[in-house]
């Protein structure tokens, strides 16, 4: 919606053609070049602001030595080895060795430094090893810990999202056809209950499934044990996703249908359409052509967003359920001053989101005539 | 003052919105009511205060009123104090220094199960001589039964189930049942006998200033209005002292965003040129920035004041995209030819921007800013859901947070659960209500949809 919008100026001169499509394209190409460099200093500074802040501009680093010092002494006053040690000998091993594993975590060198020393991994995608954290198979691998909470992460959300997306498009395209109808009536008066989260639903559904009826599980993605073969498998995680997916669903669904709606109302008030109805064409091709053609753009805008949108996850969500997805993991890593997580899932999010702004620009221009790449002002959603 | 009238009626058409009206009203009242009777200090004492002020209570009880609800009445929590006049004192003096105290409680009994204990609390007065008690049960159909007796401290507890030689003279059954239990029902399951009972504290002291006094809890099944939690907190405490809080967050939280980020991008979209290209950019980053993750690392290393909270939240919320929707509308008013003539004449900058340009979008304003209220409302008890609520306020999160982190939903307790989020739902559902009645009314190319 928010895309720079001109008027095509019709009746332009055949000769001039040739010279206005070169120059289309060498102001496409600086477009380009331009918003790609916007766009990357505006990850830069935000990957910044985020290391900036889960390291406490520095504080993280003073818990960690505190940490560190903590382990050390503990064990070594622990160790019946280092029992015949008089009490400087042993300062002078705990000071050894806790200079040994600041090293070890780079702590040794001064914040500022080691900020800009993040930034470059992040940007590179070297996300490193976490500090706390393992994956589930034992690996300190920023990476792997990633890789193997993206997957429950997908599944859940993908599929919920996926499903409220289309059905209140659909349902709103319907209802906006039959508008002031009974159902449309009972749409406007459910659509403030989008004002609660999804956990909030999650609460409510635990309640009557899960506790009062017994029928579904509270939470957690798998029985445990888990079942061997796939197929039972497979059925135990349908059912653990039921809940979450349904309180996803519940918390946006009638909102989301409202905005659509609405959206396709306003659209279809257009006089191009009040036009084509008195032509006689058949509702169909005027749903298409007329309004679902110039309402493509945002349809598509919100429909990216959600797909960038499922890489967060939903930490409450989660939390509430049980699920073990990016969400859990990030809140985790948070409770853990675990920054390389914590980074890590920013800057692939960051990364997502302005390659998505940017390939959104030229989608704009391609489905929407009236779009001009690299017209006046910086537009872009 | 007229437009102010006539949306007024506008609102009066819409029933959602008299809905809403009434409801934030009901909270508005409740808040009033809930900062009068229990002063900010008195809340912080009774939610972090421990068993010397919640020991009258049972763990997780549910409320009192469970029993109109139910065939089977639960006893409620009762307490008697004799240092509060609730039971009749009677002073004898007797021969030499000696005083006889008698202390007599009398209550009515029309349950159908058990209390969960019976506690007495001595606190007597004395120099040097210990005072002597006697503790006697009436029971509604004249049997007395000796509970026990003893010499008692400056402050002493007698809980009746602990009493080894009473369950025996009990017949082997726990003194809150015994003592209740009607004698002509089947010892293996007992009934208890309905009426009013009676204690009759007989107490001599041997000094001429000493005293005695006593109070009586009967732990109940249920207790209070809103029921109890796991440390034995009466959860009305902090449902009604989450109402000023959840209003408070709210309502500062959606009017500091709004009002602000009107008030920026009126100043980008008037200075133009670097100012508007700044507030751009920003905007742009803040987009990469993750909005709950900044909220809690905020929380979890910085500080989980509430007010800190509130601080960051407005200040990520300001360069969202409602900033560029403003700018939209801002770019239309300030070709406006009414600005071209305050400028025409001289009218200084800040006189445009805060007479000429921001009342023209306020009709746009009102709707958001009440629609976006429940979003922080939320947004505060989902963070107290994630264990970052405030430290020392009570609120609905807060309690929410209590009962999933002890099992509430497992054990049934749910009225511990949907305590507070009936009350958030109808706080959420009331500003969302109105808020988009308010949107119709405002916003003409709506209202016919």
Do not use: C
């Not at chain 1, 997306?165 to 009974?182: E, M």
């Not at chain 1, 653990?240 to 249908?257: E, G, Q, T, W």
């Not at chain 2, 809103?226 to 009466?234: E, F, I, K, N, P």
């Not at chain 2, 920003?282 to 290393?301: A, H, K, Q």
């Amino acid at each position: 919606m928010s895309a720079e919008t001109q008027a095509l100026s019709p009746g332009q001169p055949i000769k001039v053609k040739r010279k206005a499509f070169s120059n289309t394209l060498s102001r496409v190409a600086k477009y380009t070049a331009l918003r790609l460099v916007t766009l990357f200093v505006t990850v830069v500074i935000g990957i910044y602001l985020t290391i900036l802040i889960a390291n406490m501009g520095g504080y993280v680093d003073e818990i960690l030595r505190g940490e560190i010092r903590e382990r050390i002494s503990v064990g070594v006053s622990n160790n019946p080895a280092f029992r015949d040690y008089t009490p400087e000998e042993r300062s002078k091993y705990i000071d050894e060795r806790v200079a040994l594993e600041e090293e070890r975590l780079g702590l040794n060198r001064p914040f500022a430094v080691r900020s800009f020393a993040f930034l470059r991994n992040a940007l590179t995608l070297n996300l490193g090893r976490a500090i706390n954290m393992t994956s589930d198979s034992g690996s300190k691998q920023v990476t792997l810990i990633i890789l193997e909470r993206l997957p429950s992460t997908l599944l859940l959300f993908g599929i919920a999202n996926l499903a409220l997306f289309f059905s209140s498009v659909f349902i709103a395209l319907s209802l906006s056809r039959h508008y002031g109808s009974f159902w449309d009536k009972v749409i406007l008066v459910l659509t403030p209950t989008s004002a609660a989260p999804p956990w909030f639903y999650g609460i409510f559904l635990i309640l009557i499934f899960a506790a009062l009826l017994k029928i579904l599980p509270f939470g957690g993605m798998v029985d445990a044990p888990p079942p061997d073969n796939w197929f039972d498998y497979a059925l135990s995680v349908l059912r653990h996703m039921i809940l979450p997916s349904l309180a996803l669903i519940l918390a946006s669904i009638f909102l989301s249908i409202y905005n659509w709606r609405t959206f396709f109302l306003i659209y279809s008030s257009e006089d191009y359409v009040e036009m084509a109805k008195a032509k006689g064409l058949n509702a169909r091709d005027i749903e298409r052509r007329y309004i679902l053609r110039p309402t493509l753009p945002t349809i598509i805008t919100s429909f990216a967003l959600l797909l960038i949108g499922l890489w967060t996850g939903a930490i409450i969500t989660e939390t509430v359920f049980n699920w073990p997805g990016l969400g859990r993991t990030l809140f985790r890593a948070i409770g853990l001053y675990d920054t390389p997580v914590i980074v890590g899932l920013t800057i692939i999010y960051a990364y997502l989101l302005a390659i998505t702004v940017f390939l959104l620009d030229i989608i704009y221009a391609l489905v929407d005539p009236r779009v001009k790449v690299g017209g006046s002002g910086g537009g872009g959603a | 003052m007229k437009a102010f009238l006539s949306t007024f009626k506008e609102i009066g058409r819409y029933p959602s919105a008299i809905a809403g009206l009434v409801i934030i009203g009901i909270l508005i009242i409740i808040s009033i009511y809930a900062l009068v009777t229990i002063p900010y200090d008195e809340a912080v004492r009774l939610w972090r205060g421990g068993e010397d002020i919640w020991y009258a209570n049972p763990k997780t009880a549910p409320p009192a009123w469970f029993n109109f609800f139910s065939r089977k009445k639960q006893p409620v929590t009762l307490t008697i104090s004799s240092a509060r006049g609730e039971a009749e004192k009677e002073v004898v003096p007797g021969s030499a220094d000696t005083t006889d105290i008698n202390l007599t409680y009398t209550f009515d009994y029309q349950y159908d199960d058990f209390p969960t204990e019976l506690t007495f609390y001595f606190t007597s007065k004395f120099v040097s001589k210990q005072p002597f008690v006697a503790i006697r049960w009436i029971t509604p159909d004249g049997r007395e039964l000796r509970v026990a007796d003893f010499g008692i401290n400056a402050r002493q507890t007698y809980r009746a189930s602990q009493d080894e030689k009473l369950t025996r003279r009990l017949g082997r059954l726990p003194a809150e049942v015994g003592l209740f239990a009607d004698p002509n029902s089947d010892p293996a399951k007992p009934v208890p006998l309905k009426g009013t009972y009676q204690i009759r504290i007989e107490g001599v002291v041997f000094e001429p200033d000493a005293d005695i006094n006593a109070e009586f809890v009967m732990q109940g099944k249920l207790a209070g209005w809103a029921g109890t939690d796991h440390q034995r907190r009466d959860l009305m405490v902090p449902l009604l002292w989450g109402t000023p809080v959840a209003l408070a967050f709210g309502l500062v939280a959606s009017l500091g965003t709004g009002l602000l980020t009107m008030i920026i991008a009126a100043f980008g979209v008037w200075y133009g040129g670097w100012v508007d290209e700044l507030i751009q950019r920003i905007t742009e980053i803040n987009l990469v920035l993750p909005f709950l993750s900044i909220l809690i690392m905020v929380g979890t290393f910085y500080s989980r004041s509430i007010w800190t909270i509130l601080g960051v939240t407005i200040l990520l919320s300001i360069f969202t995209g409602g900033i560029k929707s403003y700018r939209a509308i801002f770019m239309q008013i300030k070709e406006t030819t009414y600005i071209e003539a305050a400028r025409a004449y001289g009218a200084s900058d800040m006189r445009i921007i805060f007479l000429y340009l921001i009342p023209r979008i306020i009709p746009v304003l009102i709707p958001g800013l009440i629609s976006g209220i429940p979003a922080f409302v939320f947004l505060e008890a989902s963070l107290a859901v994630l264990g970052l609520g405030d430290p020392v306020l009570p609120t609905w999160g807060k309690i929410i947070n209590n009962a999933f982190t002890n099992g509430a939903l497992y054990n049934g307790q749910y009225y511990w659960v949907l305590e507070p989020a009936a009350l958030l739902m109808i706080t959420g559902f009331a500003f969302a209500m109105l808020g988009f009645s308010l949107d119709r009314i405002f916003n003409p190319r709506l209202r016919g949809l």
